[in-house]
């Protein structure tokens, strides 16, 4: 169930039910959005690059298919998306439908009996594709925003500017 209320034009509230596509999908965003992306994809271009050094140069060697599993592991970076997948699979209240009122004072969360609020200062900076908002306030720690939750593009649109307004952009 996805909907969307404007109360006002100073409120915002959305209900939505995370999914584990969308949540998988936020991380990799995420992660694209660090400085250890591009260092694993440094590592992995060098890794990749000694292994067929390697291979042309002394055939092939046990350190060159074990450069070349390292290469692959840092480009791919599968442990942040592995840890979202365990995570999301083993805790219900993950799964439970949510209510997310943004307002003058910040965001405030609320699935089952649980309540969450953050001031705009808490956040950092956010990103965005053409599925989700990730709002980003510490180090791998960020909420995520389904666009499925909104009633249109304009309501899309409004949205984002009132992130402008809030916090930084991420690059």
């Known amino acids: 169930m996805t909907t969307v209320t404007q109360a006002s034009t100073q409120s915002v509230t959305l209900r939505y039910t995370h999914t584990l596509d969308e949540q998988l999908h936020a991380c990799r965003l995420y992660q694209r ?3 250890k992306h591009l260092f694993y ?6 890794a990749i690059f000694s292994a067929v050094w390697i291979v042309f140069t002394v055939g092939v060697q046990p350190a060159a298919l074990l450069l070349l599993a390292l290469g692959l ?5 599968p442990v942040p998306l592995l840890l979202v997948w365990s995570t999301f699979r083993s805790s219900p209240a993950l799964r ?3 209510e997310t009122v943004f307002d003058r004072k910040g965001v405030h969360f609320r699935f089952g ?3 969450v609020s953050r001031s705009w200062e808490r956040y950092q900076s ?6 989700v908002f990730v709002l980003i306030h510490s180090r791998w720690a960020y909420s ?3 666009k499925r939750a909104f009633a249109d593009r304009k309501a899309i649109d409004e949205f984002r500017e009132l992130l402008r307004a809030n916090i930084r952009r991420s690059s």
Do not use: G, H, L, Y
């Open 113 to 115: 009996t649980e309540r």
């Open 96 to 98: 439970q439908p949510i």
């Open 126 to 131: 956010f990103a965005e594709s053409d599925r």
């Open 144 to 146: 995520v925003v389904p």
């Open 33 to 35: 959005s660090t400085r």
């Open 41 to 46: 994809k440094f590592v992995a271009i060098v």
């Open 73 to 77: 592991f840092t480009w791919f970076d």
